[in-house]
Protein backbone atom coordinates (compact mmCIF):
# COMPACT_ATOMS: atom_id res chain seq x y z
CA UNK A 1 0.00 0.00 0.00
CA UNK A 2 1.61 3.26 -0.82
CA UNK A 3 1.30 6.46 1.28
CA UNK A 4 -1.25 8.01 -0.59
CA UNK A 5 -3.35 5.04 -0.39
CA UNK A 6 -2.87 4.64 3.58
CA UNK A 7 -3.82 8.35 4.04
CA UNK A 8 -6.71 7.64 2.21
CA UNK A 9 -7.62 4.24 4.15
CA UNK A 10 -7.64 6.23 7.63
CA UNK A 11 -9.63 9.00 6.36
CA UNK A 12 -12.39 6.44 4.92
CA UNK A 13 -12.15 5.39 8.52
CA UNK A 14 -12.17 8.57 10.63
CA UNK A 15 -15.40 9.38 8.25
CA UNK A 16 -17.28 6.17 9.50
CA UNK A 17 -16.18 6.65 13.27
CA UNK A 18 -16.39 10.59 12.92
CA UNK A 19 -19.88 11.48 10.76
CA UNK A 20 -20.79 15.07 10.18
CA UNK A 21 -17.35 16.33 10.68
CA UNK A 22 -15.59 18.36 7.88
CA UNK A 23 -12.49 16.62 6.92
CA UNK A 24 -9.98 20.17 8.33
CA UNK A 25 -11.63 18.44 11.93
CA UNK A 26 -10.50 14.65 11.68
CA UNK A 27 -7.97 14.41 9.60
CA UNK A 28 -5.66 15.84 12.44
CA UNK A 29 -6.55 12.38 14.11
CA UNK A 30 -5.54 10.66 11.10
CA UNK A 31 -2.13 11.61 11.55
CA UNK A 32 -1.92 9.61 14.79
CA UNK A 33 -2.65 6.88 13.23
CA UNK A 34 0.42 7.28 10.71
CA UNK A 35 2.33 7.85 12.93
CA UNK A 36 2.75 11.54 13.89
CA UNK A 37 3.64 12.62 17.47
CA UNK A 38 3.56 15.69 20.05
CA UNK A 39 6.03 15.64 22.43
CA UNK A 40 5.71 16.78 25.88
CA UNK A 41 6.01 20.82 27.97
CA UNK A 42 6.45 20.10 31.43
CA UNK A 43 6.23 23.92 32.21
CA UNK A 44 2.84 24.41 33.65
CA UNK A 45 2.48 21.53 36.44
CA UNK A 46 0.67 22.89 39.57
CA UNK A 47 -1.16 20.82 41.85
CA UNK A 48 -3.99 21.39 44.57
CA UNK A 49 -3.12 20.27 47.75
CA UNK A 50 -4.48 17.27 49.56
CA UNK A 51 -6.35 17.09 52.70
CA UNK A 52 -3.50 17.38 54.97
CA UNK A 53 -1.90 20.30 52.64
CA UNK A 54 0.57 18.08 50.92
CA UNK A 55 1.12 18.96 46.86
CA UNK A 56 -1.46 16.07 45.36
CA UNK A 57 1.10 14.74 43.00
CA UNK A 58 -1.06 11.71 42.61
CA UNK A 59 -4.09 9.97 43.34
CA UNK A 60 -4.57 6.90 45.55
CA UNK A 61 -8.35 7.13 46.24
CA UNK A 62 -11.64 7.84 44.22
CA UNK A 63 -11.95 10.85 46.37
CA UNK A 64 -8.76 12.26 45.43
CA UNK A 65 -9.39 11.69 41.83
CA UNK A 66 -12.50 13.61 42.32
CA UNK A 67 -10.78 16.59 43.87
CA UNK A 68 -7.94 16.50 41.26
CA UNK A 69 -10.67 16.55 38.10
CA UNK A 70 -12.38 19.27 39.76
CA UNK A 71 -9.04 21.61 40.61
CA UNK A 72 -7.83 20.55 36.80
CA UNK A 73 -11.13 21.86 35.01
CA UNK A 74 -11.19 25.15 36.41
CA UNK A 75 -7.11 25.31 36.78
CA UNK A 76 -7.10 24.75 32.71
CA UNK A 77 -10.08 27.09 32.00
CA UNK A 78 -8.11 30.10 33.11
CA UNK A 79 -4.55 28.98 32.26
CA UNK A 80 -2.89 31.83 30.68
CA UNK A 81 0.01 30.24 28.84
CA UNK A 82 1.39 29.95 25.07
CA UNK A 83 2.86 26.49 23.51
CA UNK A 84 6.05 25.39 23.34
CA UNK A 85 7.48 25.31 20.08
CA UNK A 86 6.91 21.35 20.01
CA UNK A 87 2.91 21.54 20.76
CA UNK A 88 2.37 24.73 18.48
CA UNK A 89 1.33 22.50 15.74
CA UNK A 90 -0.83 20.43 17.70
CA UNK A 91 -2.66 23.45 18.82
CA UNK A 92 -3.03 25.06 15.59
CA UNK A 93 -5.10 21.61 14.24
CA UNK A 94 -7.40 21.81 18.19
CA UNK A 95 -8.34 25.44 17.34
CA UNK A 96 -10.53 23.96 14.51
CA UNK A 97 -11.62 20.89 16.07
CA UNK A 98 -15.12 20.24 18.71
CA UNK A 99 -13.62 19.76 21.72
CA UNK A 100 -14.64 16.18 22.40
CA UNK A 101 -12.85 15.01 19.30
CA UNK A 102 -10.08 17.50 20.17
CA UNK A 103 -9.57 15.78 23.41
CA UNK A 104 -9.76 12.36 22.20
CA UNK A 105 -6.91 13.10 20.24
CA UNK A 106 -4.68 14.67 22.93
CA UNK A 107 -5.55 11.95 24.99
CA UNK A 108 -4.35 9.65 22.38
CA UNK A 109 -1.39 11.34 21.42
CA UNK A 110 -0.05 11.50 24.89
CA UNK A 111 -0.87 7.98 25.88
CA UNK A 112 0.75 6.71 22.54
CA UNK A 113 4.00 9.15 23.12
CA UNK A 114 4.59 8.31 26.37
CA UNK A 115 4.43 4.69 25.84
CA UNK A 116 6.62 4.89 23.27
CA UNK A 117 9.24 6.94 25.20
CA UNK A 118 9.00 4.78 27.90
CA UNK A 119 12.14 2.70 27.37
CA UNK A 120 14.19 5.92 26.15
CA UNK A 121 13.08 7.52 29.12
CA UNK A 122 14.11 5.09 31.98
CA UNK A 123 17.66 4.96 29.83
CA UNK A 124 18.28 8.75 30.38
CA UNK A 125 16.99 8.83 33.28
CA UNK A 126 20.12 6.38 34.37
CA UNK A 127 22.62 8.43 32.09
CA UNK A 128 22.93 6.27 28.69
CA UNK A 129 24.46 7.78 26.10
CA UNK A 130 23.07 8.28 22.73
CA UNK A 131 24.87 5.43 20.76
CA UNK A 132 23.77 2.77 23.87
CA UNK A 133 20.10 3.94 23.38
CA UNK A 134 20.06 3.14 19.83
CA UNK A 135 21.16 -0.14 20.35
CA UNK A 136 18.99 -0.85 23.07
CA UNK A 137 16.28 0.55 20.94
CA UNK A 138 17.29 -1.64 18.08
CA UNK A 139 17.35 -4.98 20.25
CA UNK A 140 14.16 -4.19 21.42
CA UNK A 141 12.30 -3.44 17.93
CA UNK A 142 13.39 -7.13 17.39
CA UNK A 143 12.79 -7.53 13.00
CA UNK A 144 12.14 -4.06 12.39
CA UNK A 145 15.56 -2.87 14.37
CA UNK A 146 17.51 -2.67 11.03
CA UNK A 147 15.14 -0.19 9.69
CA UNK A 148 15.74 2.29 12.40
CA UNK A 149 17.97 5.61 10.85
CA UNK A 150 20.41 6.68 13.61
CA UNK A 151 20.25 10.30 12.53
CA UNK A 152 16.76 10.62 12.84
CA UNK A 153 17.13 8.64 16.42
CA UNK A 154 19.77 11.41 17.29
CA UNK A 155 16.93 14.00 17.27
CA UNK A 156 14.84 12.28 19.34
CA UNK A 157 16.93 11.41 21.98
CA UNK A 158 17.98 15.06 21.96
CA UNK A 159 14.46 15.59 22.57
CA UNK A 160 13.24 13.21 25.05
CA UNK A 161 16.83 14.14 26.62
CA UNK A 162 15.43 18.18 26.96
CA UNK A 163 12.15 16.44 28.03
CA UNK A 164 13.30 14.74 31.39
CA UNK A 165 15.80 17.81 32.08
CA UNK A 166 12.43 20.44 31.89
CA UNK A 167 10.50 17.08 34.07
CA UNK A 168 12.92 17.11 36.70
CA UNK A 169 12.52 20.82 36.95
CA UNK A 170 9.39 21.75 37.04
CA UNK A 171 7.45 18.65 37.81
CA UNK A 172 9.82 16.04 39.40
CA UNK A 173 7.68 14.59 41.75
CA UNK A 174 4.16 14.97 39.85
CA UNK A 175 2.66 11.88 38.44
CA UNK A 176 -0.79 13.16 36.66
CA UNK A 177 -0.71 12.14 33.03
CA UNK A 178 -2.04 15.42 32.00
CA UNK A 179 0.68 17.56 33.19
CA UNK A 180 2.85 17.67 30.33
CA UNK A 181 -0.47 18.35 27.45
CA UNK A 182 -1.99 21.17 29.46
CA UNK A 183 -1.58 24.11 27.03
CA UNK A 184 -3.67 22.01 24.59
CA UNK A 185 -5.72 20.96 27.03
CA UNK A 186 -6.43 24.21 27.74
CA UNK A 187 -7.15 25.85 24.44
CA UNK A 188 -10.02 23.10 24.25
CA UNK A 189 -11.58 23.55 27.32
CA UNK A 190 -11.64 27.45 27.19
CA UNK A 191 -13.92 26.65 24.58
CA UNK A 192 -17.09 25.22 26.33
CA UNK A 193 -19.01 27.61 28.48
CA UNK A 194 -19.58 25.86 31.41
CA UNK A 195 -17.45 23.88 34.35
CA UNK A 196 -19.88 21.22 34.23
CA UNK A 197 -19.14 20.23 30.59
CA UNK A 198 -15.30 20.95 31.86
CA UNK A 199 -15.23 19.00 34.36
CA UNK A 200 -16.54 16.16 31.41
CA UNK A 201 -13.82 16.49 28.79
CA UNK A 202 -10.90 16.14 31.73
CA UNK A 203 -12.76 13.13 33.13
CA UNK A 204 -12.87 12.07 28.92
CA UNK A 205 -9.35 12.89 28.62
CA UNK A 206 -8.12 10.17 31.70
CA UNK A 207 -10.65 7.47 30.19
CA UNK A 208 -9.06 7.84 26.97
CA UNK A 209 -5.80 7.94 28.08
CA UNK A 210 -6.02 5.18 30.36
CA UNK A 211 -7.19 3.10 27.24
CA UNK A 212 -4.99 3.71 24.67
CA UNK A 213 -2.06 3.69 27.64
CA UNK A 214 -3.33 -0.24 28.60
CA UNK A 215 -3.11 -1.32 24.46
Given at each position: MTEKEENSFVMDILKKAFPDRKEEQIAPIGLLYVGMRWGRDWRYADVP??????PLNGCSSQEEYAQYLDWLAEYLTTLEATPNEEQQGLCTYIEKMIP??????????AAL????????????????????????????????????????????YAKVQSEVEEKEEYAANVRHSDVSYRVPLS???????SQEK???LVRRYFD????????
Open positions: DDEHGAEDAIQMVAMNYDGEMEFLEMWLEDGYSCEVCFENMKENAGEEGGALNEESFRDMVILKKVDALAIYNEYAQK
